[in-house]
């Protein structure tokens, strides 16, 4: 399909990189009336917001990287000391910072696509309007509303041996199913705390699809009506092309989440039984918090924050838009 | 083929049901359970009653909710705590994309660009340094006439507050929702004598509701549902947000209608509210820049 550009033809002018009216122009702006007013009042604007970002974002960020390198408590009276990559050298021989990764890469593995797929199955759902479409966008919004915390506690409950779960599961199976003690065995523990965390984010992802299908024109699916495309076909050749942006969106802030596993381990299973849920963030909060180790969490930290970039890097890659 | 479509769209109800059920049943327990004492709950559970209110029902675990735990305190806390970090949210944050939006201001690509650059890196990641760090700051204290400084920010409200107000996620939403604003607006009002500030306020501002109401969903919900921040800063009972009041129901015997009761007190302030703003927070996510 390439075609050449003849050299003789004449170029049409790109407009939409065409000098702005003269008075915003790069070169005379200076001379604009009212340029060091304006330079004035925005940088006045910006300020508060840059100045907050610098200091809680932007400043421990710098100070995590070198916190990481010291023997840095929270409350000490020993001047902090360079200790060198000590605090890696630990890290990276502590068994339970290797359990750790292997959990939250198994939680990511599975969040990310069973998530993804549901979100945008509810998405699809409520996508065109129809009578009751705001009760339905409602109840599949709710969980998200109800804090990670509460969620915690209540699926705690739940999953208990004699609770709910098990008390529905012995109910549609005719008594068959005697559910496991959930969350107190190393084996369903990791897969329990799968599917609340599902149960409570997918809304939210539901929301950013929808955003996306809205973006869709209603013209595509006119036209592709009118050549009697199937149900699939629609969707296959109209809805996911036209979902390429909020696919990756919503593929990096779903990782990004799911690495960062932390409520739910806290509030269900502090890491237990034998490891099998704890996780980078929750070890991290564990020595910087329970310990008072600064240093120690804030190399924990950095490991983490590497490992987010990587994968992001990875998605982006394998996302970017292939001419 | 009439038949064939409406029992198409039976059978997409049907899903969508499906779904509302599975989206609806925790919280119908939750809500159902506080009502009832831990006997009968245990009792129901083998039947459909577990999502009904019959039987023995009443406020009791409430009141003994606060009884246990200083509810009031708590929930006066994270209400204070949530408005004011919305409030100062959408002011400082839309100010910041007013400009960067709106206005020829010279550097403001890098700002934008670096501004946006925060959104990948993980709250959990700064958390530990961030406690360290707030443990260095000044606190300025008025006390009578005499203005004394002490340091340390742990264990007090703008620990809970102050870090949390710029965002970058709400600047890229108010941007986004500005650059949708025709510009000739201000122009307008500039011929007409406004200065910028006025410009943001008289004009810019009362057309951005949308985005305004969702910033403040996204602001407020974090807000009000901080755990791991303030388990790490506060030591104070009189400071403590509503989350961690949950650590009091496993201190001694667990009373589950207790908890149930507890957990449904601090989540229906949020459903009401968001059910309130549900509109224009859907609309507006929809229409503002999450297409990326």
């Known amino acids: 399909m390439a075609t050449v550009p003849l050299p003789t033809r004449p170029r049409v ?27 004035f009042s925005g940088w006045g604007m910006i300020a508060p917001a840059a100045v907050l970002l610098l200091a809680f974002v932007f400043i421990p960020a710098i100070l995590g990287f070198g916190l ?38 198994y939680f990511t593995v599975v969040i990310v696509p069973v998530q993804s797929g549901l979100a945008l199955v509810m998405a699809l759902l409520i996508n065109k309007k129809f009578r009751g479409v705001n009760f339905f966008r409602t109840v599949y919004f709710l969980p998200v509303v109800t804090s990670m ?93 036209g979902l390429f942006h909020t696919r990756s969106l919503v593929l990096v802030t779903i990782t990004i989440q799911a690495l960062g596993l932390f409520d739910q381990i806290s509030v269900m299973t502090q890491g237990g039984p034998m490891d099998s849920t704890t996780t980078i963030v929750y070890e991290a909060v564990r020595s910087g918090y329970r310990q008072q180790e600064t240093s120690y969490a804030s190399a924990i930290s950095l490991v983490f924050f590497v490992l987010v970039l990587i994968v992001s890097a990875v998605q982006r890659h394998l996302t970017r838009e292939k001419d | 083929m009439k038949n064939q479509l409406l029992l198409k769209n039976a059978g997409t109800m049907l899903v969508r049901v499906l779904f509302a059920v599975v989206a609806a049943f925790p919280i119908v327990f939750m809500l159902v359970s506080s009502l009832k004492p831990d006997q009968q709950i245990f009792g129901d559970m083998s039947s459909f009653a577990a999502f009904l209110p019959v039987g023995n029902i009443s406020f009791d675990n409430y009141a003994a909710v606060f009884d246990r735990v200083p509810a009031a305190r708590f929930l006066l806390n994270s209400v204070g705590v ?63 006439f005499s203005l004394e400084i002490s340091k340390g920010w742990l264990d007090t409200y703008q620990v809970q507050i102050v870090p949390f107000i710029a965002n970058a996620f709400s600047i890229y939403l108010y941007h986004q929702y500005f650059e949708s604003i025709p510009k000739e607006l201000d122009e307008a009002a500039r011929i007409d004598g406004a200065g910028w500030f006025k410009i943001y306020r008289r004009v810019v501002m009362p057309l951005a509701g949308p985005a305004t109401a969702t910033v403040a969903i996204l602001t407020f919900l974090p807000a009000w549902n901080s755990y791991l921040w303030p388990l790490m800063v506060i030591q104070s009972e009189e400071l403590r947000p509503v989350m961690i009041g949950i650590q009091y129901f496993f201190q001694l015997n667990v009373s589950w209608g207790e908890v149930m009761a507890y957990a449904s007190l601090i989540t229906v302030p949020v459903v009401v509210l968001f059910i309130a703003f549900q509109r224009s927070f859907v609309n507006s996510i929809a229409s503002s820049g999450v297409k990326g």
């Open chain 1, 149 to 241: 915390v509460v969620v915690s506690l209540l699926w705690l409950f739940m999953y208990r041996k004699d609770g709910l779960i098990n008390e529905i599961l012995s109910n549609v199976s005719f008594g068959l199913i005697h559910g496991p003690d959930w969350l107190g065995e190393p084996n369903t523990a990791m897969p329990a705390i799968i599917i609340l965390s599902i149960w409570q984010a997918a809304g939210f992802h539901m929301i950013i699809w929808l955003a996306g299908l809205q973006g869709i024109s209603g013209e595509l699916y006119e036209a592709s009506q009118l050549d009697g495309t199937s149900r699939w076909q629609q969707f296959r050749y109209v809805t996911w092309p």
């Open chain 2, 82 to 144: 949530s408005t004011v970090t919305v409030i100062l949210g959408i002011f400082v944050n839309s100010l910041c994309a007013f400009a960067l939006s709106r206005m020829q201001v010279r550097g403001k690509k890098i700002v934008f660009t670096a501004i946006l650059a925060t959104l990948i890196v993980p709250f959990q990641t700064l958390a530990l340094p961030l406690v360290w760090w707030v443990n260095q700051l000044p606190y300025f204290e008025l006390n009578g």
């Open chain 1, 68 to 105: 990481a390198f010291t023997n840095a408590r929270l409350i000490s009276p020993r001047p902090i000391e360079f200790v060198g990559t000590d605090n890696f050298s630990r890290l990276f021989t502590d068994p339970t910072f290797y359990r750790a990764l292997l959990n939250v890469a």
């Open chain 1, 13 to 39: 002018p790109d407009t939409s990189k065409a000098a702005p009216p003269p008075s915003y122009a790069k070169g005379n702006a200076r001379r604009r009336p009212g340029f060091r007013r304006e330079q």
